[in-house]
């Protein structure tokens, strides 16, 4: 019982606290050409979005006169309606393509190393509570 009340607590304590603290990278490619491909391991344009519920946005936007693809990192606040987890959607118009992604584990394709840490909390708490 001790356990498993413990487990809970673990599970509500990681999912809070991967939740407050979630980072995303915080750029365009528009200003730095390195964000269109951001190696895994660089950590220079991540930021702390610093509010619970944050997540990563990324938008890629192709424009139709131009051909010019811009793609911006940042954090999202607002999640598409109906949709709770890693999500992409496509919107297009005469002007411009766009794909605009929420995602939520860190930097929409960074580091997955808090997935990495809630997962094994998981599994602890699956194998405790059975
Ligand atoms: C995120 O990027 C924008 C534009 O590049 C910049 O103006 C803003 O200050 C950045 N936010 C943080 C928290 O660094
Ligand atoms: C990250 O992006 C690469 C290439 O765009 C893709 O192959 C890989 O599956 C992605 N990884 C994650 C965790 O989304």
Known sequence: MLWKLLAAFLVVVTVIHTADCIKCHNCTSHTSTKCAKIDSGDTSTLIECGKPGAF??????TLVDSGETR???HCGFIKF????????M???T??????SCQC????CNGSNGV??????VLIIFAVVIR
Do not use: H, M, P
């Not at 109906?82 to 992409?88: A, E, H, Q, R, V």
């Not at 997935?115 to 094994?120: D, V, Y």
């Open 56 to 61: 990563c946005r990324k938008t890629v936007q």
């Open 71 to 73: 793609i911006t990192r």
């Open 81 to 88: 309606e109906k949709y709770d987890g890693d999500y992409c």
């Open 90 to 92: 496509t919107s297009n």
């Open 94 to 99: 005469n002007f411009k393509k766009e794909l």
């Open 104 to 107: 939520f584990t860190e930097a």
């Open 115 to 120: 997935k990495a840490i809630s997962a094994l």
